[in-house]
């Protein structure tokens, strides 16, 4: 048995603190960087298997801090589209989230920007009273990125006073600080 799994050799290796990108092997041990040598200090007998990564960057994931990536996510929680550019955290809730379904927002799907096919999840997103209802649903559901969101300004606003125009009232102001 091999001491570490992968062997990223010969990387460009950019490691997030703002230094320049450098060349070195990447060592990973049960799904985990083990250790960041330089090029060629490892042996291959220690290792199952070898990737040779010259002409490519290795780096920490990218975090997208804005992102529109809700129904994509509920279609297919692979997110392969975002995942293959890198980004491997996803923080949403900008301007809308599909819970908590509560006041006046009684179908957050209703007003989303775009629509996809969502099938089962189109019955389950009613159900999500609480906030976390939703966040939990797609942890259950699987997704490849690290996920987390806002609760959106928009969502908070239709709990309290629908799609009507105009300042909330005191009423519609409390409702929007207790949720």
Known sequence: ????????????????????????????????????TPVGTISRDVVAE????????????????????????MVDGRCLSKITQGVTTEIMGEGWTPAPVRGLNTDPLEKAFFTLPLGEWEERVPTWTRFRDWLEAMQTAGVSPNIGSFLGGGTLRTIAKGMAMGKANAEELALMCQV
């Open 1 to 36: 048995m091999s001491e570490y799994d992968v062997l990223i050799r010969n990387a460009q290796v950019v490691d997030g603190t703002g230094n320049p990108w450098y060349y070195a092997d990447v060592l990973i041990r049960d799904d985990r960087i083990a250790a960041i």
């Open 50 to 73: 070898v990737v040779d990564a010259t002409g490519m960057v290795v780096c920490p994931g990218f975090i997208d801090i804005q992102s529109h990536v809700i129904l994509p996510l």
